[in-house]
């Protein structure tokens, strides 16, 4: 079934084949908190197939997108050059 919210879905849900590991990582550079709420979603379940359902899944998949957003933000128009 398709989704308005589908490129929300693909966009912060990546698929790729995982082994069991030791270490998460997650680029943050001096930022701990992006490591630690990675380690922290990990925690709770919330999976491409499922953070839509409740709340209690769409209020920090939300909360994570916006703070990519405001990171990325101010740094967009240094990596595109002018079209003229």
């Known amino acids: 079934m398709s989704y308005p919210f589908d490129c929300i879905t693909e966009f912060m849900f990546f698929e790729t084949t995982m082994d069991s590991a030791?270490?998460?990582m997650v680029p943050g550079g001096?930022?701990?908190q992006f490591m630690e709420s990675a380690a922290e979603t990990d925690k709770t379940g919330?999976?491409?197939d499922n953070w839509f359902l409740d709340?209690?899944?769409i209020t920090p998949v939300m909360k994570e997108l916006t703070k990519v957003g405001q990171y990325f933000a101010h740094h967009?128009?240094?990596?595109?050059r002018p079209l003229n």
């Open 76 to 80: 967009i128009p240094n990596w595109v």
């Open 22 to 24: 030791d270490v998460i």
């Open 30 to 32: 001096s930022h701990p």
């Open 46 to 48: 919330i999976t491409k």
């Open 55 to 57: 709340d209690k899944k």
